[in-house]
């Protein structure tokens, strides 16, 4: 974009270059980044640095490494070109920008090559708290610190792997509502237990209890809620329990999950991928997360 022009901002709700890729299809692209403008930036330091004195007591030690190794810029929003160039070299992973929502098994099979979908919008400056999408500073800041660590990072590739076997596992069911309806289970097990773990999980420390899921690192309010807050339950990891458990999106998650290692976290989803092998992934409880018709078509069309 030529320099004489203002920025007409990446402000989520109002991005005109994201939805214009988007109404072209385009699902992968390019982080334009002279098209923040001033306000995005100003978002992007107000959120950094009234989380940051959170982050160093109530974030596990690996994100606040992740952090360091990753040197995001406090007052700016960063390049993703800078942070892959640090990244890529330690796991293999890079951010990539995306458009919008990324179908299921998409999404999964990027995992799965080390590519992290990230939204490259920001929120407004007046609605620092809360957002039910995710923005760039919930993927970058919240999660993309914890793709330096390698377990995490090959935790994130299990995911792809498991969505793999998805497919493979209901391939031979010739009946298109069977094998809609086992998808619809399976996939609805493997969000909650992403949800439960990548987005919101707890870990055991040397510090205490700690969090490594970037819901709760990228929220100012819920981070220190969810370790200090006597409302909320916090229970070790198990399968039964998260693979049922109705994933409420639209306030402070009353009750959290604890694992004692990135180690441990991994083996939870060799775990996962076994009980998907043997059926019981297949008729989890119903309710949230919804699983869209486009994250069922994502299953019956992945290879
Ligand atoms: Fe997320």
Redesign the pocket.
């Known amino acids: 974009m030529s320099g004489t022009l203002a920025a007409s901002g990446l402000t989520t709700g109002h991005a005109p270059f994201v939805e214009e890729a988007r109404n072209r299809g385009e699902l992968y692209i390019t982080q334009p980044y002279g098209e923040y403008s001033k306000e995005n930036h100003e978002a992007w330091k107000a959120l950094y640095q009234r989380i940051r004195p959170r982050w160093e007591r109530y974030a596990n030690n690996h994100f606040l490494r992740g952090l360091d190794a990753l040197g995001l810029p406090p007052d700016r929003v960063p390049h993703l070109s800078e942070v892959n160039r640090r990244l890529q070299p330690l796991t293999g992973f890079q951010a990539k920008a995306v458009s919008g929502y990324v179908p299921g098994f998409l999404f999964f099979d990027c995992l799965r090559r080390r590519e992290f979908p990230t939204t490259i919008t920001i929120r407004p400056h007046d609605r620092m708290d809360y957002l039910p999408e995710?923005d760039i500073f919930?993927?970058l800041a919240?999660?993309v610190p914890m793709h330096t660590e390698k377990a995490f990072a090959d935790t994130l590739v299990r995911f792809g792997d498991c969505a793999h076997t998805a497919v493979e596992i209901t391939s031979y069911i010739h009946d298109r509502q069977e094998r809609g309806r086992r998808l619809t289970n399976i996939i609805k097990a493997m969000s909650r237990f992403f949800w439960f773990t990548v987005?919101f999980g707890l870990m055991r420390g040397a510090r205490g209890t700690c969090a490594y899921g970037?819901?709760l690192l990228s929220s100012y309010g819920e981070l220190e809620h969810a370790i200090e807050s006597e409302e909320v339950q916090r229970y070790p990891l198990q399968m039964e329990w998260v693979i049922n458990q109705v994933a409420e999106i639209d306030h402070y998650q009353p009750l959290l999950f604890i694992v004692d290692s990135f180690d441990h976290l991994f083996s939870l989803v060799g775990e996962l991928e076994r009980w998907m092998k043997a059926g019981r992934l297949s008729n989890v409880a119903p309710g949230e997360p919804a699983v869209s018709e486009g994250d069922i078509e994502s299953f019956l069309a992945g290879r």
């Open positions: 995710p919930h993927d919240g999660h987005e970037s819901g």
